[in-house]
């Protein structure tokens, strides 16, 4: 409850007429109490926001989603592809494929008419998949796809990312012909309130201990810690 009403003071001081809060981790529904909570601070203090959720779903409950969308939470559910691709990188610490429970929850996540998406997040590894686990996608039901690299692979070479190149020639193909679906490539359409990199002026990440940097991909990277929101005034961006 500290750290709430910490961020709370903080969203007062920047004087924005309306915040956008996404929780992600990690898992940020393993603290679904304090997104809650938080959540339920804003409205009382008539803060305009608006929530999303990046998530892998496998403590997604019903009372989660009935709670999601009755407080217009935007969910999105981290899914790379089919179960072969899902399960490349996305395993239980017993090394289990979390495939099971992700594939039934899918349909409860439509039943309960969310704002839904869908994030692939792709490397060296599935890269040759992608156009086709997008295709998997939408097949499933999906009409937002959040195409994303995993940018701290260091396994990237000359040949993977031509063959990057041809999956997106292929996804194109795709957007053409299937145009109930919007496939997101663009990572400028990611950003909130201004073109190009919004990190460090409109867009703030915040970790676990309070720590704020500009944006998730440089978190635990000192060089780039702006404060702690304990001390919004020294905040610098």
């Not at 692939?120 to 994303?148: A, D, M, Q």
């Not at 957007?175 to 867009?203: H, P, Q, T, V």
Request: hydrophobic share 35%; aromatic share 10%.
């Amino acid at each position: 409850k500290h750290h709430a009403y910490t961020l709370l003071e903080m969203i007062k001081k920047s004087k924005k007429d309306h915040v956008h809060i996404e929780y992600f981790g990690g898992e940020p529904m393993l603290n679904m109490n304090f997104i809650s909570f938080f959540s339920d601070l804003l409205k009382k203090e008539n803060i305009s926001h608006y929530g999303a959720i990046t998530t892998n779903g496998t403590l997604m409950t019903d009372d989660m989603l009935i709670w999601l969308k009755k407080n217009n939470v935007e969910c999105a559910l981290s899914i790379d592809g089919d179960e072969e691709i899902y399960s490349i990188n996305r395993r239980y610490k017993n090394r289990s494929s979390a495939w099971r429970d992700v594939d039934d929850l899918i349909p409860r996540l439509f039943d309960a008419s969310l704002k839904l998406s869908a994030r692939v997040t792709y490397n060296s590894k599935t890269v040759s998949k992608l156009s086709s686990s997008c295709e998997y996608l939408i097949n499933r039901g999906f009409t937002v796809l959040k195409v994303v690299p995993d940018y701290f692979d260091s396994e990237w070479s000359d040949k993977s990312l031509e063959i990057l190149e041809g999956q997106l020639r292929e996804i194109d193909k795709i957007r053409n012909i299937r145009k109930n679906a919007y496939i997101n490539l663009d990572d400028d359409e990611l950003f909130i309130g201004r073109r190009g990199c919004a990190g460090g002026y409109s867009m703030f990440s915040i970790d676990l201990g309070g720590n704020v940097y500009p944006c998730t991909y440089v978190m635990d990277d000192k060089q780039f810690l702006l404060g702690n929101i304990e001390n919004v005034s020294e905040i610098e961006p």
